[in-house]
């Protein structure tokens, strides 16, 4: 089993500003640290690797095998109120994994929270 958790770091400017222009301010780096508290029994976990990152993103990706969905940000509107895309690997297609090859980039440069499976190499 392997899982990939990213999440943006509560204290970054990313973060901060993506607040502001939600008119949330502290909101969401709030967020974060709730879901980071609920994710307290899956750090340690072997194969569970929960990073944080500082990079401005423009969807949040959640995959399973070959389903993608895909929350578009769009600015200065939560989340919960923007469009989801369903995506369906199939073969030749391109979509699904333009989207996964922006997750890998950015966990790339990412930082393990303390404890994970990842940080412990």
């Known amino acids: 089993m392997r899982v990939r958790v990213l ?56 995959r399973f095998d070959d389903v993608l969905l895909a929350n578009t940000h769009v600015f200065g509107t939560p989340a919960a109120q923007s469009p989801v895309i369903h995506l369906q690997r199939i073969p030749g297609g391109r979509l699904f994994d333009h989207f996964m090859s922006s997750f890998d980039r950015v966990y790339s440069g990412s930082v393990p929270v303390e404890g994970s499976a990842a940080h412990r190499g």
């Not at 204290?11 to 609920?38: C, Q, W």
């Not at 500082?54 to 990706?61: A, G, N, R, V, W």
Request: charged letters at 15%; aromatic letters at 6%; zero cysteines.
């Open 7 to 62: 999440l943006g770091d509560p204290d970054s400017e990313a973060v901060a500003a993506r607040g502001t222009e939600e008119g949330v301010f502290g909101g969401v780096a709030a967020r974060i640290r709730l879901s980071l508290t609920h994710l307290q029994d899956a750090i340690g976990v072997p194969g569970v690797h929960i990073h944080l990152h500082s990079m401005t993103l423009y969807s949040s990706i959640y």
